[in-house]
């Protein structure tokens, strides 16, 4: 395994945006195991600073890695996953078959889930290249049944674009990438 970034970076990255409201007043270090935890599955997965970049804003947008979801419980979540039809940081919903055949919160899905997301995002680019305002949007609205002009692509694909900006700060300020 050669990681983009380490689980370290991508940590830090994680626990510098902003956490869910549910979570604003909890154990610190319940928050900082569960972000760790989703770090240790976007380094192993992630192929480049995009694609972690991506990850980690869909979450932020999805379930703004509230822990009941982190924890597999979107029963307990003030977003409830989609009404319980998903689950997950990313919002993964039972077309991620090998993702749902495994324990909801287990790192085991959250690997399938991670995957699913990147492919479904990648082929949703790809299809919309031509229909959205760039591949990135087009990503982004592949992943649930909206049209390629769909608003809500225009915060994700900034998010997307603030976070790479962090990662490249902090792994130039990290002696270990």
Do not use: Y
Not at 7 to 29: C, F, N, Q, S
Not at 37 to 60: D, G, Y
Not at 84 to 106: E, M, N, T, Y
Not at 115 to 139: D, I, K, M, S, Y
């Amino acid at each position: 395994m050669n990681p983009v970034f380490t689980v370290a970076v991508i940590l830090e990255a994680l626990l510098l945006r902003p956490p869910a409201d549910a979570d604003r007043h909890g154990p610190k270090e319940v928050h900082v195991e569960l972000l760790r935890r989703e770090a240790e599955v976007i380094a192993e997965i992630a192929t480049s600073r995009r694609e972690v970049a991506i990850l980690m804003a869909l979450a932020e947008h999805e379930t703004h890695n509230e822990h009941a979801v982190l924890e597999g419980h979107c029963e307990r979540s003030r977003w409830r996953c989609d009404n319980l039809h998903a689950r997950g940081p990313w919002s993964v919903h039972s077309w991620c078959r090998r993702a749902w055949a495994l324990p909801d919160g287990s790192q085991e899905a959250r690997r399938e889930e991670a995957r699913c997301v990147l492919n479904q995002f990648w082929g949703g680019a790809r299809r919309g290249r031509e229909h959205a305002l760039t591949p990135l949007h087009a990503g982004f609205a592949s992943l649930g049944p909206r049209p390629w002009q769909w608003p809500g692509a225009d915060k994700r694909v900034q998010t997307v674009h603030q976070i790479e900006q962090l990662l490249a700060r902090l792994a130039a300020a990290s002696p270990a990438l």
